[in-house]
């Protein structure tokens, strides 16, 4: 394998952690196609580089034997390698705005943020037919946007779903004004037209954006 492929192995190996961690070698190894050998040679340089480390995941059920196996989630470095360069400026002139004009200036632009979201995706989500379609077109719009999304199970019996974001393009800036996160939040309320729930953000230490949309009966979402 030349050093080019290799390099851009590794650079999809950190993108599928940062979307679908905690994530072990062996499921890494399923995705790329590649020996599981292959794949911890990516993942112990990634971990060499502070970009990724292993998460500690609690055991649910019954216990197995023998080793369980290693899981990964990226490090704020890791989310770093995928952030775009305009967070200095942008958190430059958010303070700036809050210095001159007062936190009305900050709230109008967060107002603004909101608008943008929900005229973004507010098309594709009208064509949907029950609750669970509109999440699914939503996440699938954020991952072509590059918010690294993916969807997981959030209760029994599928009444709940969580959609996780891998990345975030202003994590930096969110970190500095959490409005933005709670902007998208209520965006993301509205679009789904549910009471939302967020769970964890980047901007707060968190190694993926979730949050918990409850989505009541599944049959009945299903069109049963």
Known sequence: ??????????DQVLRLIIEHGPISAGELAKMLVLTPAAVRRHVSSLVSDGL??????????PAKRGRPSRKYVATQ??????????????????????????????????DGRVEEIEKRY??????????????????????????????RSGGPRGIA??????????????AEFPELCEAETRAFARLLDVPIQRLSTLAGGAHVCTTNIPLGNPRKNLGA
Do not use: W
Not at 1 to 10: G, K, R
Not at 161 to 174: E, N, R, Y
């Open 161 to 174: 779903i969580q959609l996780c974001q891998g990345h975030c393009p202003i994590q930096d800036v969110a």
């Open 77 to 110: 470095a890791g989310q770093a390698e995928l952030a775009e360069g305009y967070a200095d400026i942008a958190n430059a002139t958010l303070s700036f705005m809050k210095s001159e004009f007062g936190q009305g200036a900050v709230a109008k632009f967060v």
């Open 1 to 10: 394998m030349s050093e080019l492929n290799d390099s851009s192995t590794c």
């Open 122 to 151: 507010s098309a594709a989500l009208a064509g949907a037919n029950n609750p669970l379609e509109r999440v699914e077109m939503l996440a699938h719009g954020l991952n072509k946007d590059g918010y690294a999304t993916s969807l």
């Open 52 to 61: 990724i480390a292993e998460h500690n995941v609690p055991n649910i059920g």
